[in-house]
């Protein structure tokens, strides 16, 4: 059987994001969002895995999370155009999306296959899906709700021109658990099954951003020539899907 190329998995992840919004039909709107998020999802992955010849076991773990994400955005943007966007299958490809994100890092631990590009692929398909779904949120519990989504880009922003905030954080529990709580807490406030879900999305967002000030404040400590006044390094050129601290 001949082992597919990185291309191949590209096109096939593709492929699987039109049939997918075909399945969902989200309209016009859902459906330019869909194929922009197959699109840009395979301009970025292109270039990140060039030096690869194909993908790892985990990263097609992570390849499916990207397709199931690319499905929400169309589904929210279709709502937010007033062509549908049906709340049920937005949650229920948020949610396989969720449990998926604990099976791939098992998958690159248990075969070997852990790396910092690949942590980095899984990192930025959650923080996309949470910006989803922070802009299907916002919609209900306030303009407020999108302080969830928008965090980890704006870290990410700072990154470009603080290098000291690319430095690689201690592993963390409280870390995880904060991040896994983001994705629950949205899922369950778009869903509409329990009465005043913007509470839990107001705690969700305080302890994410607890989380984010005890991180910042760490690397902030430890930055480069801080006790020694030499200069710190200037921002180097960034690569795609270049490693940063979360």
Do not use: N
Not at 36 to 52: E, M, P, T
Not at 104 to 126: C, H, K, N, P, Y
Not at 223 to 233: E, L
Request: with cysteine; net charge positive; hydrophobic share 55%.
């Amino acid at each position: 059987m001949t082992r597919m190329t990185r291309g191949r998995e590209l096109a096939a992840a593709a492929a699987a994001q039109v049939g997918l919004l075909a399945i969902l039909r989200p309209g016009p709107v859902g459906w330019a969002a869909g194929i922009g998020c197959a699109a840009g999802s395979w301009a970025v992955l292109a270039a990140a895995f060039r030096a690869r010849r194909a993908l790892g076991p985990a990263d097609r773990v992570t390849l499916v999370r990207t397709v199931l994400a690319g499905g929400a955005a169309a589904l929210v943007a279709a709502h937010l155009a007033g062509e549908g966007g049906g709340v049920a299958a937005l949650v229920a490809l948020s949610a396989l999306a969720l449990v998926l994100d604990g099976v791939d890092g098992r998958v690159a631990r248990r075969t070997g296959t852990a790396s910092a590009l690949g942590a980095r692929f899984d990192m930025e398909v959650d923080a996309f899906l949470i910006l989803v779904l922070s802009v299907r949120v916002a919609e209900s519990a306030g303009v407020w709700a999108l302080a969830i989504g928008a965090m980890r880009y704006a870290f990410g922003a700072a990154a470009l021109a603080l290098p000291w905030l690319r430095a690689a954080l201690p592993p963390s529990p409280a870390r995880k658990a904060v991040a896994a709580l983001q994705g629950v807490a949205l899922v369950v406030a778009a869903a509409g099954v329990v009465p005043h879900a913007e509470v839990l999305v107001a705690v969700a967002l305080g302890l994410l951003t607890w989380s984010f000030g005890r991180d910042v404040q760490w690397l902030f400590v430890r930055r480069p020539g801080r006790r020694s006044g030499r200069r710190t390094h200037e921002p180097r050129r960034t690569r795609v899907l270049d490693p940063i601290a979360r």
